[in-house]
């Protein structure tokens, strides 16, 4: 995440920032610039943009920002759609006139909006993904919501909007990591298997890397269920629940490669130098502005492994479990290799079909 600055007053904003808590002008995100502007309000409703890179563009805000309070990014003028990018991608919700289903909403819409972040910065194609937020006990629900993607619909049950029973889900799983931002990379990267893999031409560099997905997923699912991950699983997946089928494989490992440009774009953006005293202790001491995920990828994993070992130990030193929770085996990083490499169309075939940076 980019670090933002209010254009009227020069103050540090957030990303979920509506109004800026020093001069009070109303904010809003800039999807097609990728900026955080203050707005001046015009006689019609609409607002004029003071980023500089808008050139006074006037714009609209997002209707579910008016109408709920639910989200901080406006539209252009020319787009003849009342909700913003991310918005519109949501196809169904729970009824909003149900206690608590208005707040997983809100909730449910500011991970997206990260996700969305993300994927438009990598230049993604969204054509075809929708998501649909549904709650167990929904007039057209019968049975639990299962969260999953199918064909580029994307089902998140409500539920996990909520803290404590998101985490009663984390411990009888037995998992390390579980948050709603993870959900939403997680199915995304079924989208994107889809998108990529299936229907490009790098199948059969997939499958060298993460196995044959024609293996029965119905079957593989229920034998993780019934009898647990794969022995040994850590050696050669990100997650035990990447060890199930290599569908999941690819999310579970695509979802950790979006934590990780995530997080090291908010340590670099915000200053973040790691210079340890001793020359073998992981280091993370220069950016020249290159996007990461066209930076090679060896030197992405040197620095996220930099970053990772500080922030555990910062956690460890307030008493808190740690921040990042995982031994990344050099099969996992072979992976995470493969998923950054089919990021970057230039990279050459035969690289990409091994797993190597260009």
Not at 23 to 48: F, H, K, N, V
Not at 90 to 102: F, H, K, R, S
Not at 151 to 169: C, K
Not at 265 to 279: F, L, M, N, S, Y
Request: some cysteine; aromatic content about 8%.
């Amino acid at each position: 995440m980019r670090v933002f600055h209010c254009d009227g007053c020069g103050q540090t904003v957030f990303f979920e920032n509506s109004v800026c808590v020093a001069c009070e002008r109303t904010l809003a995100y800039l999807p097609e610039l990728g900026a955080m502007a203050a707005l001046e309000p015009l006689d019609d409703g609409t607002w004029r943009s003071l980023a500089p890179a808008s050139d006074g563009a006037e714009v609209r805000l997002c209707e579910n920002g008016i109408t709920h309070a639910i989200c901080n990014w406006a539209v252009a003028m020319e787009d003849a759609d009342s909700l913003c990018r991310s918005c519109r991608l949501t196809q169904m919700l729970p009824a909003l006139d149900v206690g608590g289903n208005l707040e997983a909403w809100r909730k449910l819409e500011a991970a997206k909006r990260r996700l969305v972040y993300t994927l438009l910065d990598l230049g993604l194609p969204l054509d075809g993904l929708r998501y649909r937020f549904l709650s167990d006990d929904g007039d057209d629900v019968q049975g639990s919501v299962l969260t999953g993607h199918e064909d580029g619909i994307i089902t998140i049950n409500i539920a996990e909007a909520d803290d404590l029973e998101r985490e009663r889900r984390r411990l009888n799983l037995h998992e390390p990591y579980r948050t709603l931002l993870g959900h939403f990379r997680h199915e995304v990267g079924h989208y994107y298997w889809d998108r990529l893999i299936r229907d490009g031409d790098r199948l059969q560099a997939f499958r060298e890397c993460f196995g044959d997905e024609r293996q029965d997923y119905a079957s593989a699912l229920q034998r993780h269920y019934e009898r647990g991950p794969a022995p040994q699983w850590q050696a050669s997946h990100v997650s035990a629940y990447a060890s199930v089928h290599p569908w999941e494989d690819w999310a579970e490992t695509w979802a950790h490669y979006l934590h990780m440009l995530d997080s090291l774009e908010t340590a670099v953006r915000c200053g973040v130098r790691i210079r340890p005293q001793r020359d073998d202790e992981p280091s993370l001491t220069s950016w020249d502005g290159t996007p990461l995920e066209q930076r090679p990828f060896d030197m992405l994993i040197r620095e996220w492994l930099a970053l990772t070992y500080v922030l555990n130990n910062l956690n460890r030193s307030l008493g808190l479990a740690d921040g990042y929770p995982f031994v990344l085996a050099e099969p996992v990083i072979r992976k995470l290799r493969f998923i950054h490499e089919n990021l970057r169309p230039a990279a050459p075939p035969s690289a990409v079909a091994n797993g190597v940076a260009p």
